[in-house]
C-alpha cells in the first residue's frame, strides 16, 4: 500500500539563525517566531516567542535532576523569571555552606 503524498505543511521544519543575531533562532518565512536558548551551570532556559513575536514561553530545566517548570509572559524576561520561580520552588533548599 502507498501513502498519500504528505502536504507541504505537514513537514517539520527547524528554525533557522538570524544573520544579523546568530544567537536568536527563527521559524523560516516568519522572523517573529523566535527561540534562543541560554544556560548557567544551574539552570538551562529555553525561551519560545508567540507565532507572531507578542508573549514568550519559557522553559526553565534544572541541569542536575532534569526537573522543569514553565512560565509565560508578555516578555522574555518575566517569563524566564516566571519559570526559574517556579522551579526553585519545585527543588529543595540546600542548607548554606
Do not use: C, K
Not at 4 to 21: E, I, K, L, M, Q
Not at 28 to 51: C, F, I, W
Not at 85 to 95: D, M
Request: charged share 30%; aromatic share 4%; net charge positive.
Amino acid at each position: 500500500m502507498t501513502r498519500p503524498p504528505r502536504r507541504r505543511r505537514d513537514r517539520w521544519t527547524s528554525f533557522v539563525a538570524d544573520p544579523d543575531h546568530p544567537r536568536v533562532l527563527h521559524e523560516e518565512g516568519n522572523p517573529a517566531h523566535r527561540a534562543r536558548v541560554e544556560h548557567d551551570r544551574a539552570v538551562l532556559l529555553v525561551h519560545l516567542s508567540d507565532e507572531d513575536g507578542n508573549g514568550w514561553t519559557t522553559l526553565a530545566v534544572d541541569r542536575a535532576t532534569r526537573r522543569y517548570a514553565v512560565g509565560q509572559a508578555p516578555t522574555q524576561l518575566a517569563a524566564a523569571t516566571r519559570a526559574v520561580e517556579l522551579l526553585r520552588a519545585e527543588l529543595p533548599i540546600e542548607p548554606q555552606r
